[in-house]
Each structure stands twice: as C-alpha cells, then as structure tokens.
C-alpha cells in the first residue's frame, strides 16, 4: 500500500525535524522503526529528504508501507490463562511446562503457537505476523509474562525492560533454612563446560542482580520471594544454587535431587514424584503500558502442587 504526503507551511511551523512529523501522521510506528524504514526506501521522495529536518512546503513524499507476512508457524488451539489483554498487549499466566518459543526440540505447542491461534488479527512484529515476545519464562517456570501484539509496543517494552523499569517478583521453595534475606549479584554467563547450562562469574558474563527475602523455614527447605532487578537467563536458577548454595526444589539442572530426597518427607516425595519441574513461579509483574500509559499491576498464586507442598511443610 502507497500512501503520497505533501508536507505544508503548517507542518514545517509545526515540526521541526521530519521523524517527528512521521511519528505524529504514523502514531502506529515508532522513531526506531520509521528510522529503518527510510534507510531501508520505505520512505521515498524526488528530493533530497532528511529525518532531522522538514523538508520545504511542497515536497512529495510516497510512503510504501509494508504489508506484514504470514509466519510460518502455525496457529495451535492450546489454552491460555490471559489475566489481561487489550489491542497492544496481554498478560497470561503460564502453566509450568508450556515451551514459550518455537526451537530445535519444541517446533511446536509453544506459548507462540497458542497466541496466534488465540490472536488471529496479530499485526504483528516487524513485517511478520507474529507475537512480540519480551522476556521468557524456562519451560518449568509458572506465571506472568507480559506479550506484545505489535511493533510499537514491542519497542517499547523492550525499552522498559532494558531499563529495569518493571516489577518481578518470583516465589521458590529451595533447599536449606540457613539462608538470610540478601542482595546476590555476579556476572552470569554461558557454562564453558556445558553449553545448556548458565553459571555465575564466568568470562564475559553479564551483571546479574537478585534480591532475596525469606518467606518461611521448614525443616531442611526455605520458600523464598526473589525481586529481579536484571532478568539474565537462568538467573534465579543460578543466583540460589551457585552462589547460595541453595538451590530450587526438583530443579534437574541446577538442583541437588538425590540430597533433596534425603529431607523430604514422605508426603511430599509421593507428590512430586511423577513431578519433573522446579518449584519456580513468576508471582508479580507491574509496569507503565508503553502505548496508554496506564499503571498495570498483576499478580498470579503459584499453582496448586506449589501450593500443596509449601503445606506440607508447614505440617
């Protein structure tokens, strides 16, 4: 689709650079992405045109804005908890188990799939119909997570993020009762010995913050409420068991399971047995809408086995 603007004296008493004059007519498009358009010809004209400065009363400019692709991933009618949504974004709580992106061992059945399947009139990110996914939840980790619908929301929740301008706040239940309320920080980083694996204060790791209150001690075990103040992979996963020494319950990766069976009761061993996750849930997450503006505050309860092993404890 070709749109022909003509910019007028009005627009040039209005605006002073161009960009901000296409931001106003386009309020869907972002600078960033009005930035890649006019480098990538989106944006032509017979004159010489430049983003930071408005162009004389006359000029024509054509605008031949992209029409967003089908992806090629497909639609997948999986349930979803959405706790919010409106047309820029929405909120779901995640089940423990539910793979969020398409990847070599999951092509398929992702929280990816269930949005497209649930949003079929995505506009999408980029020139493609897709979701916007911001951060990510591991496989085994239950909770919020906020996703973008299109380009200009994405943007700016990425931003949010890259500023540390969002609550998180996650629950877990960990091996040990001596750990106290704390600030944890290290570099985090790929595990040169295993690839599939992050581990604390490795070469060219990146800062990782963890702030860290104690809910309750049981015999053996601690619930614990985790604050992220960066969001690195693995990050909490790493911060209880490396650095803690103190890692996540049923946690296969980073966990200490045949030492953890040792404690257990018998009650909650039976439980977990046909188990295989860790006892990690994404409780809280707030934030500024980047589009309203409005203040978004969600919180979601850990689910039931959580729920039913933190009283077992207590019994």
């Known amino acids: 689709m070709s749109q022909e603007i003509i910019i007028t004296e009005e627009d040039r008493?209005?605006?002073?650079?161009?960009?901000?004059?296409?931001?106003?007519?386009?309020?869907?498009?972002?600078?960033?992405?009005?930035?890649?358009?006019?480098?990538?010809?989106?944006?032509?004209s017979k004159s010489k045109i430049e983003l930071k400065k408005m162009p004389i009363a006359g000029t024509s400019i054509f605008f031949h804005e992209p029409i967003a692709?089908?992806?090629?991933?497909?639609?997948?009618?999986?349930?979803?908890?959405?706790?919010?949504?409106?047309?820029?974004?929405?909120?779901?709580?995640?089940?423990a188990g539910l793979v969020v992106h398409p990847a070599p061992g999951n092509p398929d059945q992702t929280l990816v799939n269930a949005?497209?399947?649930?949003?079929?009139?995505?506009?999408?990110?980029?020139?493609?119909k897709r979701p916007g996914i911001v951060h990510r939840l591991d496989k085994g980790t239950s909770?919020?997570?906020?996703?973008?619908?299109?380009?200009?929301?994405?943007?700016?929740?990425v931003e949010l993020f890259r500023?540390?301008?969002?609550?998180?706040?996650?629950?877990?239940?960990?091996?040990?009762?001596?750990?106290?309320?704390?600030?944890?920080e290290s570099t985090i980083g790929r595990n040169p010995q295993n690839r599939l694996k992050m581990?604390?204060?490795?070469?060219?790791?990146?800062?990782?913050?963890?702030h860290l209150k104690v809910l309750e001690y049981f015999n053996y075990f601690s619930h614990v409420e985790l604050t992220l103040e960066t969001g690195r992979t693995h990050q909490i996963r790493v911060h209880l068991s490396q650095d803690l020494n103190s890692p996540i319950l049923n946690d296969h990766t980073y966990g200490r399971n045949k030492e953890e069976k040792q404690f257990l009761p018998n009650q909650i061993k039976g439980?977990?047995?046909?188990?295989e996750y860790p006892?990690?849930?994404?409780?809280?997450?707030?934030?500024?809408?980047?589009?309203?503006?409005?203040?978004?505050?969600?919180?979601?309860?850990?689910?039931t086995l959580f729920s039913q092993v933190l009283d077992g404890f207590r019994q």
């Open 13 to 44: 008493k209005k605006f002073k650079r161009l960009d901000a004059f296409l931001v106003a007519k386009y309020p869907h498009l972002s600078r960033s992405l009005i930035k890649k358009y006019f480098d990538d010809g989106v944006f032509e």
């Open 69 to 95: 692709k089908d992806t090629s991933l497909e639609p997948q009618n999986i349930p979803l908890e959405i706790l919010y949504e409106d047309e820029f974004l929405l909120i779901i709580n995640k089940q």
């Open 115 to 128: 949005i497209l399947w649930h949003c079929p009139d995505l506009k999408g990110i980029g020139n493609e």
């Open 143 to 157: 909770g919020i997570m906020v996703v973008a619908k299109e380009q200009k929301t994405h943007e700016g929740l």
């Open 163 to 184: 500023e540390h301008d969002i609550q998180r706040k996650y629950q877990a239940i960990c091996l040990g009762n001596k750990i106290q309320d704390q600030t944890i």
């Open 199 to 210: 581990k604390s204060n490795v070469k060219n790791g990146k800062n990782a913050i963890t």
């Open 271 to 275: 439980l977990i047995s046909d188990y």
């Open 279 to 303: 006892f990690l849930h994404a409780k809280i997450l707030g934030f500024t809408h980047p589009i309203t503006k409005k203040e978004l505050f969600f919180e979601a309860n850990p689910p």
